[in-house]
């Protein structure tokens, strides 16, 4: 009985935003499912809490035959997406009172959390390419939702990236499935080991990491989350930030050949691209000048060290075992800390309002997620120890791979300065607004709503799923207090810098979206420079085009004939019947001919 209700739980939990955005369709029913619209999230987090370990069940009548299961990666996975999706739909029914596309939003918001509650569960190939892609195009209309320039800007920048990273994983996906053993409905479990013994392994795995780098804000590929993050509500940038981009780490978790054989050039690739993310990002960071862009590009430094773990599987496959878990745990620590950062943003207005021990108390609350980002914290302790015990498992690997747990401890630094500036922002916001606004107009504050959903997703990230027996927390945690140094002193040093820098360096100029606003420049000026060589090769047609007609016009009344007399026109005119006449005339005097001669 329990596995049945788990079995219709899991078919429930992507069917019901779905159905409630078929309900929206009616308009009797639309401001009914409006107020409904948080609670869609519900049974998603029921089904992580609860349901049964391996549950599955297979719907033949969907697609090729749609399989959706619960395993330890994806309970992991759906706990932490359904809390944010919870969270922030609390908190949106603050943030959008009044809004008069409240409405598309909330349509919108149903059809992403379907897309994205969908790919978690899905076991089968089609169903997790199409909740993926119905995630990523509907997250469109939350991006725009403010209509503004730099929202469409934004928008148009998310939705050319989303358009070629869904064609780089369906490339990759049916690359992967034409080498599997059932091409025509295969199951995601089935890629890893044909990928792993495919022909054309290298251009697979090569598509399967760009798509769904994209989403997950590799270096070159991450352009979207600067620009999409700032401009979006702050329920969505929650979401964004702390669920969506974990699809493309899903989706690399389930198709690439982690653990099945060593992959040392891509290994070593991801890696070195991983860090590169993790130390870029912290650097153009920390010189962005909104609360809500230093969060993304702090999301693309600590996504860069989710991809230094896949990348460590990918080059030592006997390490996975060790690092799944380890990864896992990395994604709900970030995205519940991320998200209950971003919803922070809304809720720090109200410390215009406060004074003495409630204000501090409140500072406190704001900056904790940003503390165990860092380290410190429960849940940034566990996720850290985990994977730098991951990295040092004690086989036998090459020279350099034993400063990979110093180089983690050094991207905290970055981390810790990412956060400082954004409370700094935070701060200075606040100080802005008090000088641009009259005493008898405050900063207006957080509504309930807002509350229970920055509550919600805070108590989550700072300690509340650690203490659940299926998230996989290391062995022996909480940690030895020989630890304690190793995750402190990146704080300290990233504290004192961050300072350090407030008071000596200036902000440079960096803007957001870094190397796409060279890029864009540079294919304006190229077009502008086509535009130029149009004109000027119009213009010299044009030129050319005037000369020739007088010539055409003189050449054509030189060799104009005469005026035709009355009998030629009369000629022309009756041209066929005399053509006609002549021809029977001609038939008749041969025929009279040919009877004389006999």
Avoid at 346 to 351: E, V, W, Y
Avoid at 416 to 427: D, P, S
Avoid at 436 to 454: I, S
Wanted: with cysteine; proline share 7%.
């Amino acid at each position: 009985m329990e596995r049945a209700i788990d079995a219709f739980g899991l078919v429930l939990v992507p069917a019901l935003p779905l159905a409630m955005m078929l309900a929206w369709c009616v308009p009797g029913w639309r401001c009914r499912i409006e107020c409904w619209t948080p609670w869609a999230a519900l049974p998603a987090l029921l089904l992580a809490l609860s349901g049964a370990q391996g549950v599955s069940v297979r719907l033949d009548a969907m697609l090729f035959g749609t399989v959706l299961a619960l395993d330890d990666v994806s309970r992991v996975f759906l706990a932490f997406t359904a809390l944010l999706w919870l969270g922030a739909g609390f908190y949106s029914r603050g943030t959008l009172a009044g809004d008069e596309r409240a409405s598309a939003f909330r349509l919108l918001w149903l059809a992403t959390m379907a897309g994205n509650f969908g790919l978690i569960l899905a076991r089968d190939l089609a169903s997790f390419y199409a909740s993926f892609a119905l995630m990523s195009f509907a997250a469109y209309g939350l991006v725009i939702h403010d209509r503004s320039r730099a929202a469409l800007h934004a928008g148009r920048v998310y939705l050319a990236m989303a358009v070629i990273g869904e064609g780089l994983i369906i490339a990759g996906l049916l690359l992967a499935a034409g080498a599997s053993t059932a091409p025509q409905a295969p199951l995601l479990a089935d890629l890893p080991a044909a990928i792993a013994a495919s022909a054309s392994r290298d251009l697979t795995i090569a598509c399967l990491i760009a798509g769904f780098g994209i989403k997950a804000g590799l270096p070159l590929l991450h352009m979207w989350l600067p620009l999409a993050h700032p401009v979006a509500p702050v329920p969505a940038s929650a979401v964004l930030s702390g669920a969506m981009i974990k699809a493309g780490l899903l989706g690399w978790l389930n198709t690439l050949p982690l653990g099945l054989l060593a992959l040392p050039q891509w290994g070593g690739a991801l890696i070195t691209v991983g860090f590169v993310a993790a130390f870029g990002a912290a650097a153009i960071g920390i010189h962005q000048r909104k609360p809500k862009t230093v969060l993304a590009y702090s999301s693309i430094s600590q996504m860069g060290l989710i991809t230094v773990g896949v990348g460590a599987g990918l080059h030592q496959p006997a390490l996975w075992p060790a690092l799944a878990p380890a990864i896992a745990l990395y994604a709900l620590h970030h995205g519940l800390a991320k998200g209950a950062l971003f919803l922070g943003v809304g809720i720090a207005p109200a410390l215009a309002g406060l004074q003495g021990g409630r204000r501090r108390a409140l500072w406190l609350a704001l900056a904790l997620p940003g503390l165990a980002l860092s380290g410190p914290m429960v849940s940034g302790a566990a996720a850290k120890i985990s994977l730098k015990s991951a990295l040092a498992a004690g086989i036998v690997t090459p020279s350099w791979w034993q400063h990979l747990p110093l180089v983690l401890s050094l991207a905290a630094v970055g981390t810790t300065a990412l956060i400082a500036r954004y409370l700094w922002l935070l701060a200075h916001s606040l100080r802005e607004g008090a000088a641009h606004q009259p005493d008898d107009h405050p900063h207006p504050a957080p509504v309930a709503a807002q509350w229970l959903g920055w509550g919600l997703v805070l108590g989550a990230s700072v300690g509340g799923l650690i203490l659940l027996p299926w998230v996989p927390v290391p062995a022996g945690f909480p940690p030895d207090p020989a630890y304690l140094p190793d995750l402190l002193w990146p704080v300290l040093l990233g504290g004192v810098l961050a300072v350090w820098a407030a008071r000596r360096l200036r902000v440079w100029p960096l803007p957001a979206g870094d190397v796409l606003v060279p890029l864009l420049g540079l294919l304006r000026a190229l077009a502008e420079q086509g535009r130029r060589i149009g004109c000027q090769a119009a213009e010299v047609a044009a030129h050319l085009k005037r000369q020739c007609t007088p010539a055409r016009e003189a050449g054509a009344e030189a060799i104009a004939p005469p005026p035709a007399n009355p009998l030629e026109l009369a000629l022309r005119r009756h041209a066929a019947l005399l053509f006609a006449l002549l021809a029977a005339g001609g038939l008749v005097l041969i025929v009279a001919l040919s009877g004389a001669a006999r």
